[in-house]
């Protein structure tokens, strides 16, 4: 048992050895960061370069996220606490096109432990749809994710419609996600980037609190 084998365990695609080990890894005490960034996301990684290699193919991208996400429900409660007093509300979603939702669901897990009122979407979310949930739940903070480079246009087109639909003033965009940075960011007119799930709670909080 060690981060090594909840690593080993997402490569060779085993769902009930993930789960075993990090809860065996949670009880000894080890950091659940550590778990997560070297242990479950470390994979991850190696998965999406095989398949760039054209070693591995999308049936097994998908069990590996199908894994990975084993690995996240048991790390959940240790990631995002209860007793945070709520700071806003903010609309999360992965961008029109784009089927991705791992670091998207911990980025609203972060969220969530940062205080935030947590609307997560899903994926595939049309740009209507962000402002319209906005407006309905009065949200403070849009939340736009993309994995794929394809979609990045989608990212700015959905900024875009926020402003147009005069939401710019009243709710922040936050963006992130794999192929985005803060000079895009910049570029699309988006009010903040992060780079992981932890820096989106932080970087969130600043949104609203500044
Ligand atoms: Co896909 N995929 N995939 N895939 N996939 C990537 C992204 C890829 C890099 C693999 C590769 O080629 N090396 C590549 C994209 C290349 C590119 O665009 N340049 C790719 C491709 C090409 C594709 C398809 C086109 C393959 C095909 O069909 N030929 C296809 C696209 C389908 C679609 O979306 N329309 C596809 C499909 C899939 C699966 C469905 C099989 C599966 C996703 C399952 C799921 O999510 N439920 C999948 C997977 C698993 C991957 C990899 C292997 C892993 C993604 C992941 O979960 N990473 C990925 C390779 C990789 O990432 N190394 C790959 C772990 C996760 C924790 O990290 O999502 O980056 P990440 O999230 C981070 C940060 O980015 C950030 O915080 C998160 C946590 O720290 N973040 C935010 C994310 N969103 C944020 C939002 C914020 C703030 C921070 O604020 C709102």
Redesign the pocket.
């Known amino acids: 048992m060690s981060v090594e084998s909840i690593f080993q365990a997402v490569i060779d695609l085993n769902p009930p050895k993930v789960v075993e080990d990090v809860t065996a890894e949670i009880a000894a005490g080890t950091a659940v960061n550590e778990i997560l960034n070297q242990g479950l ?1 470390r994979a ?2 190696v ?3 095989r ?2 290699a054209g070693e591995t193919f ?1 049936p097994e ?2 069990m ?2 199908h894994t ?1 996400k084993a690995g996240v429900e048991v790390l959940k409660p240790y990631l995002s606490g209860d007793d945070v007093k709520k700071v806003g509300t903010i609309v ?1 979603g992965t961008v029109h ?8 669901n ?2 609203c897990i972060m969220l969530e432990g940062a205080g935030f009122n947590v609307v997560d979407l899903g994926v595939d979310v049309l740009k209507e749809k962000f402002i319209e949930a906005a407006k309905e739940h009065n949200a403070d903070i849009i ?3 993309t ?4 979609t990045m246009c989608v990212v700015e087109e959905t900024v875009e419609a926020i402003h147009a639909a005069g939401l710019g003033d009243s709710v922040k965009i ?6 985005l940075t803060q000079d895009f960011a910049d570029r699309i007119g988006a009010d903040a980037f ?4 932890g820096a ?1 709670g932080k970087v969130a909080r600043e949104l609203v609190l500044q």
């Not at 096109?97 to 998207?104: E, N, P, R, S, T």
């Not at 936050?174 to 192929?179: K, R």
């Not at 992060?194 to 799930?197: Q, T």
């Open positions: 996301i991850m990684d998965v999406g370069e398949f760039s999308v991208m998908l590996s996220a990975m999360v096109g784009d089927l991705h939702d791992i670091g998207k911990l980025v939340g736009l994710s994995l794929l480079t394809t936050l963006i992130g996600g794999a192929p992060a780079p992981d799930a989106a």
